[in-house]
């Protein structure tokens, strides 16, 4: 596994610090996405899955992009946390606006 990290980065050359954080936010989106299809709602939790980790795969490759040799704090959070938050916050306003009735 190592090997393959470490070929991965020569590759995009950026910062160790982000290789914990982009494993760690590929296993939360794992889980989210079996929790997600295992809702019985005709997919309409999975199509909202799908685009949030869209958003989120959009905001890491930006921040990959912008500063790929100093991560910052935020950054490290982001790529960390960013799926799971965007996730609590979807589901947070389909509450409020009550579209999630069933619930």
Sequence with gaps: MRTIVASWRK???IH???DHQIWFSIAQQVIL???ACLVLDE???????????????IGTV????????????????????GC????????CVCLA????TGW
């Design 11 to 13: 590759k995009l050359r």
């Design 16 to 18: 160790p610090a982000y």
């Design 33 to 35: 996405t079996i929790l």
């Design 43 to 57: 997919g309409e939790v999975a199509h909202g899955m799908g685009a949030i980790l869209v958003g989120y795969w």
């Design 62 to 81: 930006i921040i990959l992009l912008r500063r790929p040799f100093s991560p910052t704090k935020g950054d490290l959070l982001f790529v960390r946390w």
């Design 84 to 91: 799971s938050l965007l996730a609590a916050a979807v589901v």
């Design 97 to 100: 606006r009550g579209l999630l």
